[in-house]
């Protein structure tokens, strides 16, 4: 079976340090969509196998409930990477994020890796699912090659962070970023998979964090890494569709059931028909305002 | 005229006839102060006028929290004097109160009663230092023992931070502020009406009068002088903040919706919130609603905090009832504000009145354990050691009409909700909600609640399931072993005995 | 796993467990232990380090261990980690999950 689900609510992705015990035990508590928790970066490099054995022991022993569980890897090209894959991939992980995501043989390489181990543990060969963090001029420039490379994927991601200084830039208003943005979304649609936005570091400034996320999804991004639990509400709160969409969306709906009542393959709303991107797109919508307004998503 | 033709006259209460006025003064109001007034030399001289006998009972405030340097002095002093067999009845006692142990083990005192216990004189007394055990009572038990006679003090020994030489004392100064002020003292104030004498110890000797007072002269018997009644930074510190805490934030926001899908959200509602950084936090998320629904509070109870100021300030509550400051922004609030009103502990809580905890719609509280009857702990760790105080949990949580109870699932590895508390301090009857980070429970006994929640949208779980969720997470811990020998009594606000605390096993 | 170095792993903070590990000859596995939940879980985080290290098939270390209400499966990774350094080895043995 596999233990990644292509479609679905992917607004907000929780950043967890994989060195720090406190916070992965605590992180399940909020309502991210999904939780990362990360040997890369946060890792000091004399750390990788405490952080390794304390993800993997993780994973195997606490309840996430139906989180998805995405544990960013460190690059191939280090050796850490394999090493990471060897111990999450047994573990249980949903999705693997592979950092600094250059070209669709990067993807390629860590698949391969990745089916390996599932062999050799007797698992399930495509279980595993993927992400690509694109973090380069030349990832970006590559993007849809890299959105197509593999089935396993689930989307792709901006890394901002490392591609700002690539293009001799800083992080500033978002316009640095509006092509590196503009063609992730373009190649992950094209891939039929998520697109989804960096981090945002100033946890105090929730102004500006909610009009990056503003940006992002009017651009058409499925969700944002957080790195704070105080980022989620806000973040959540730039998802929920507005009250007049949401109206036109359940009054779509009501017009499909009428017909499908009826008998009839066609379905109008106010004269106007109704055809299938107008349909999905109020599907999402509704899908999107039921998961906002979830008061507790605690499972017994 | 003879008095005794007067038809009646026997009926009414008097003195005979009028015989002319005593000697009138003629001195300045300047001069007079000066003599005839309650000052003392020190606090020996106030002591032997007292008539302070060995196997009376003293009190204390704890107004002065942390900061207090007024029993240890007043202990030392006694202690040199020669007294034995005190009791202590303090309206509770902190961590910098442990030279009580050397007085313990020397017998200058041999008893004591408080609302709470922490730090190294905790330690000892649950490892066995007394042989009497000790009695903790809520802020309305207390102040109910106390004006019933159920607890009788001789002599109230009472910090003020200002006192003209009258006696008329206060928690701060309105002439000006010495360095210290606590706000309100409205634990003193019912010790002041009700102890037999009272001695009010000042670092701030102001004219008369000390208006407006606390304590009025009329309750003191003796003022005395001396240089250091506390540490100002162990006092108070400026403004209690909000927990940035991730955790804390999320049960508070939750425990906010709690309150308003139950129903006591509404125009004119009524509330006190713990000082914990959850419960505190609740405020907050109020605060939002209360601005974007146009609501407004009639008031506000209990120790009071910096942010229950600055919405008084901003309107979104009319009055506050202050029967302790938390900080210094509180005190200089009640300083300011003629809206913000300070109360003695009878007022508060005192089960034998229609107290103010009885107008509460609802009250926010913390616990370090609840079990699975909802009962709460917050006097004992899960270790077995007295580490907190009952303040006005019982009293609160009683009174409110929604009584929540804001705790993380666990802390560190200690689960917090428990199939049976180390110590009851507030029994489960008095509990309507537990809001926890990984759910909320309603108790059975409020299936009115259970539905509004439902109805909001709220996810409710059972406290069962909490309590497995938290024994899943942790793992069972071994149980606490304790001997035979009774080291504490927890009473309920009624003063009857609701649970013992046993000495813990080495 | 032969232990050859002393270790350690893991950090002071809350939630974790500081274990520092020495190879001995004979002896078994000893444990010095410091805990804040000493009384309520002591004899537990005993069990999980005892079992993670035999487990290892180490059987003589001296071990000395600083915890901060760590959970098990903390303990046992802080463990393990310390292990592997100890032998100087990166021949990690993963089990999938069940």
């Known amino acids: 079976m596999k233990r990644y689900t292509k479609d679905r609510l992917r607004r907000s992705m929780m950043f967890v340090p994989g060195n720090n015990p406190g916070m992965i035990r605590d992180v399940h508590i909020y309502a991210a969509d999904s939780i990362m928790f990360d040997l890369e970066d946060s890792v000091a490099y004399t750390e990788k196998d405490t952080a390794r054995f304390l993800v993997y022991n993780a994973l195997k022993t606490l309840d996430f409930g139906k989180k998805e569980i995405v544990v960013r890897i460190n690059d191939l090209s280090s050796g850490l990477g394999i090493k990471d894959l060897e111990a999450i991939v047994p573990a249980g992980v949903h999705v693997v994020r592979l950092p600094k995501t250059d070209s669709a043989q990067d993807v390629i390489d860590c698949e391969k890796e990745i089916e390996h181990i599932e062999r050799e543990h007797g698992m399930e060969v495509g279980s595993t699912g993927m992400m690509a963090a694109i973090e380069s001029a030349n990832g970006v420039l590559n993007a849809r090659e890299i959105a197509h490379a593999s089935d396993r994927l689930i989307g792709i991601a901006l890394g ?132 906002g307004t979830r008061v507790d998503d605690q499972e017994d | 005229m003879d008095v005794k033709k007067i038809p009646h006259i026997s009926e009414i209460g008097n003195h005979g006839a009028y015989a002319g006025i005593p000697a009138k003064s003629v001195s300045t109001f300047d001069e007079r102060t000066k003599s005839g007034n309650k000052i003392v030399e020190n606090l020996e001289a106030a002591i032997k006028a007292s008539g302070l006998k060995d196997g009376m009972t003293i009190s204390f405030h704890h107004h002065f929290r942390n900061g207090d340097h007024v029993l240890n002095y007043v202990i030392d002093t006694l202690a040199k004097m020669g007294f034995k067999n005190l009791t202590v009845a303090a309206s509770s006692l902190a961590g910098v109160h442990a030279p009580l142990i050397q007085h313990i083990k020397n017998g200058v005192v041999t008893h004591i009663e408080t609302s709470g216990l922490r730090g190294e004189l905790a330690e000892e007394i649950s490892r066995g230092l007394m042989d009497f055990p000790i009695v903790f009572r809520s802020h309305g038990g207390r102040a109910a023992a106390i004006e019933s006679g159920l607890l009788h003090i001789d002599v109230a020994f009472l910090g003020a931070p200002s006192c003209d030489p009258y006696g008329n004392a206060n928690g701060y100064s309105r002439d000006d502020d010495d360095g210290i002020a606590c706000g309100s003292l409205g634990y003193a104030r019912t010790d002041a009406k009700f102890a037999d004498k009272v001695i009010i110890l000042t670092n701030h000797l102001v004219p008369y009068p000390n208006a407006p007072f606390a304590i009025p002269e009329s309750d003191v018997d003796y003022v005395v002088k001396i240089e250091d009644i506390g540490d100002p930074a162990g006092i108070m510190s400026g403004a209690t903040r909000y927990t940035k805490n991730p955790k804390e934030l999320k049960i508070a926001q939750t425990a906010a919706n709690v ?64 029967v302790q400051s938390f900080d210094l922004d509180a005190a200089l609030s009640l300083k300011k504000n003629h809206l913000h009103q300070q109360i003695d502990a009878v007022y508060y809580a005192s089960h034998l009145h229609n107290s103010a905890v009885n107008k509460l719609d609802f009250v926010i509280l913390s616990a370090l354990e609840i079990d699975v009857g909802f009962n709460v702990n917050v006097l004992t760790g899960s270790d077995g050691v007295i580490r907190g105080a009952i303040g006005g949990h019982p009293d609160t949580a009683e009174g409110a009409s929604l009584s929540i109870i804001v705790a993380p699932l666990c802390r560190g590895r200690i689960p917090c909700v428990v199939d049976h ?86 | 796993m032969k232990l050859k170095v002393p270790s350690t792993a893991g950090t002071a903070e809350s939630n974790d467990i500081m274990v520092a590990l020495k190879p001995a000859e004979a002896g078994g596995i000893q444990i010095s232990l410091q805990s804040n939940v000493m009384q309520q879980y002591g004899r537990q985080i005993r069990a999980v380090i005892t079992e993670t290290l035999q487990s290892l098939g180490v059987e003589n270390a001296e071990v000395d261990a600083v915890d901060k209400g760590a959970l098990d499966c903390t303990i046992r990774a802080r463990t393990a980690a310390a292990a592997y350094r100890a032998a100087e080895s990166d021949d990690y043995k993963w089990e999938a999950k069940k």
């Open chain 2, 259 to 322: 309150v308003e899908a139950a129903g006591y959200f509404y125009d004119g509602f009524t509330m006190q919130m713990g000082s914990g950084g959850a419960s505190l936090a609740v405020a907050r998320y109020l605060r939002q609603k209360m601005i974007d629904q146009g609501i407004h509070a009639r008031f506000a109870l209990g120790g009071i905090t910096s942010q229950i100021c600055a919405m008084h300030e901003e309107g979104l509550i009319d009055k506050i009832l202050d």
């Open chain 1, 160 to 291: 901002a962070e490392d591609y700002v200084t690539d293009l001799k830039t800083t992080r500033a208003d978002g316009i640095e970023l509006l092509f590196a943005r503009s063609m992730i979304l373009n190649a992950a649609r094209s891939a039929g998979i998520a697109a989804l936005d960096t981090v945002f570091s100033d946890v105090n400034n929730e102004e500006g964090f909610i009009a990056e996320a503003t940006l992002v999804k009017k651009l058409g991004f499925d969700g944002k890494s957080v790195i704070n639990p105080r980022q989620i509400e806000p973040l959540h709160r730039v998802f929920m569709p507005s009250e007049k969409d949401l109206n036109k969306a359940y009054a779509i709906m009501e017009a499909i059931e009428d017909a499908k009542k009826r008998g009839s393959g066609v379905a109008s709303l106010k004269g106007k028909m109704i055809d299938k991107p107008v349909v999905l797109r109020a599907q999402r919508l509704i899908a999107l305002y039921e998961a």
């Open chain 2, 421 to 506: 508390v180390q110590t009851v301090i507030t029994p489960g009857a008095a509990i309507d909600v537990l809001v926890t980070d990984q759910g909320v429970a309603v108790n059975p006994s409020r299936p009115d609640v259970a539905e509004k929640l439902t109805a909001a949208g709220i996810h409710l779980t059972t406290i069962e399931a909490l309590r497995d969720k938290a024994l899943a997470e942790v793992g069972t811990p071994d149980p606490i072993r304790y001997t035979d020998k009774i080291v504490g009594l927890a009473m309920y606000r009624d003063n009857t005995v609701l649970d013992v605390i046993r000495q813990i096993e080495e």
